[in-house]
Nanobody, 114 residues
Framework: QVQLVESGGGLVQPGGSLRLSCAASGTIFSIKNMAWYRRPPGKQRELVARITSDGDTYYADSVKGRFTISRDNAKNTVYLQMNTLKPEDTAVYYC????????WGQGTSVTVSS
């Protein structure tokens, strides 16, 4: 059974940075396209960034130029470096495959506020 464990969230001031991590266990991680999603308060979950098994990346327009997705297949981990954070980035962040293969993890909460 695959488990996704997100970490790295917290409270940060506007303009600050955070690095999120997602560790996946129980799967052949390296062959999967992975993605980060987020659910802002009172809104639906949305795609933030995606990375293919070959390392190609895609970003939602709202985070392009500020966020960077990366992966370490040896550690079965995908990362999301978030810079120049804005209040509208406040959300619970989740990872999953880009086809939502697995059950959601608990997510990690990011709050951007002064």
């Amino acid at each position: 059974q695959v488990q996704l464990v997100e970490s790295g969230g917290g409270l940060v001031q506007p303009g600050g940075s955070l690095r999120l991590s997602c560790a996946a266990s129980g799967t052949i991680f390296s062959i999967k396209n992975m993605a980060w999603y987020r659910r802002p308060p009172g809104k639906q979950r949305e795609l933030v960034a995606r990375i293919t098994s070959d390392g190609d990346t895609y970003y939602a327009d709202s985070v392009k130029g500020r966020f960077t997705i990366s992966r370490d297949n040896a550690k079965n981990t995908v990362y999301l470096q978030m810079n120049t954070l804005k209040p509208e980035d406040t959300a619970v962040y989740y990872c999953n495959s880009d086809t939502l293969t697995w059950d959601w993890g608990q997510g990690t909460s990011v709050t951007v506020s002064s």
